[in-house]
């Protein structure tokens, strides 16, 4: 039996529910708030129904068919709850509009790709300022570390642990926290960049580690801008269809890892769960999401397989 009254109520025990487990939902948390404020206009208190959750999904005109079936999947989420304490509750079939999800092809970097963006970050204006510094500095720790970009830019000087090289990234997705050992040259720059952050800046006015200029902290709209900036000024606006984006630093840190396990003959089954908990992954599957097969990544693989076989 429910005691509930209104498709806010379903919303928000759905919420708290999942929330509990150490889920954010913040995105699929608002969109599922707008469905139960269209549910409320409509006159709708019952339990959930397909026709509603697809009213809803096509409700907006401006999104993409794409957009549409992830309104409608995220519903489906909340049906699928709500049919433990409502049988009546109707479940939107699975891709009843299309696809809901997608994986962009990342783009790999190559290791001279990363130099190239590293040295055009450091010419960034004003070259006297503190934004290409913090731009360089910032895409190196995404480079070598994997970390996602988010989780850099949350870093607190506290986070970073200088005797021992080991990061804390704190409440990160799926509110866990993690250590992240540090290479000793990725040392070296945060020191670097440490220096000569609190020489422009010494009385910052929050205590994140990546600053700007003004003492506020180093945003996501403005690494996103200046990545923008970068991207065109190396000549990488287009790459077979797609545009090379600073998440996929963490791809390619993924994928030269298992590379380099590959070479060094390491057991890969093995290793991957050590590289899920170093990328702060809920589950092993999420790493091998990120795995994209590369030229040099398929040619150790294929000479594996010919050992094996011939060895058969």
Same mark, same amino acid.
């Given at each position: 039996m429910s005691y509930w009254i209104s498709m806010?109520?379903? #919303?928000e025990a759905y919420l708290d529910t999942r929330r509990s487990f150490g889920y954010a939902l913040r995105v699929e948390g608002e969109q599922l708030k707008n469905f139960a404020r269209f549910a409320e206009r409509h006159g709708h208190r019952s339990a959930l129904t397909v026709e509603l959750a697809l009213a809803w999904a096509n409700a907006s005109r401006r999104c993409s068919a794409f957009s549409r079936a992830r309104r409608l999947?995220?519903?489906?989420?909340?049906?699928?709850?709500?049919?433990?304490?409502?049988?009546? @509750?109707?479940?939107?079939?699975?891709?009843?509009?299309?696809?809901?999800?997608?994986?962009?092809?990342?783009?790999?970097?190559?290791?001279?790709e990363v130099t190239d963006l590293l040295a055009e970050a450091g010419q960034l204006a004003p070259k006297d300022g503190l934004r290409p510094l913090t731009m360089r500095c910032f895409l190196g720790l995404l480079a070598s570390t994997g970390l996602r970009v988010?989780?850099?830019?949350?870093?607190?000087?506290?986070?970073? +642990?200088?005797?021992? +090289? #080991?990061?804390? #990234?704190?409440?990160? $997705?799926?509110? $866990?926290?993690?250590?992240?050992?540090?290479h000793h040259t990725t040392v070296k720059a945060l020191k670097?960049?440490?220096?000569?952050? +609190?020489?422009?800046?010494?009385?910052?006015?929050?205590?994140?580690?990546?600053?700007?200029?003004?003492?506020?902290?180093?945003?996501?709209?403005?690494?996103?801008?200046?990545?923008?900036?970068?991207?065109?000024?190396?000549?990488?606006?287009?790459?077979?269809?797609? $545009?090379?984006?600073?998440?996929?630093?963490?791809?390619?840190?993924?994928?030269?890892?298992l590379q380099r396990w590959y070479e060094e003959g390491v057991d890969v089954n093995w290793a991957m769960p050590f590289l899920s908990t170093y990328l702060g992954?809920? $589950?092993?599957? +999420?790493?091998?999401?990120?795995?994209?097969? @590369?030229?040099?990544?398929?040619?150790?693989?294929?000479?594996?397989?010919?050992?094996?076989?011939?060895?058969?």
């Open positions: 806010h109520d379903r #919303v999947e995220i519903v489906r989420s909340l049906a699928r709850y709500c049919i433990l304490f409502e049988p009546e @509750t109707e479940i939107p079939a699975t891709g009843l509009l299309g696809p809901a999800h997608r994986r962009v092809t990342p783009h790999i970097y190559s290791d001279q988010c989780e850099a830019l949350r870093l607190a000087r506290n986070h970073i +642990d200088f005797t021992n +090289d #080991v990061l804390t #990234v704190r409440e990160t $997705k799926f509110r $866990k926290s993690r250590h992240v050992p540090l670097e960049y440490a220096y000569l952050r +609190d020489c422009r800046v010494p009385y910052p006015q929050v205590l994140n580690f990546f600053l700007m200029d003004d003492g506020q902290p180093f945003r996501y709209w403005q690494a996103r801008y200046a990545f923008d900036q970068l991207r065109q000024q190396l000549g990488w606006e287009s790459q077979n269809g797609r $545009k090379p984006r600073m998440y996929d630093l963490r791809h390619t840190f993924a994928c030269r890892r992954h809920g $589950k092993v599957t +999420d790493t091998y999401w990120y795995l994209t097969a @590369t030229p040099s990544l398929m040619a150790i693989i294929s000479t594996r397989f010919e050992r094996l076989a011939f060895a058969s």
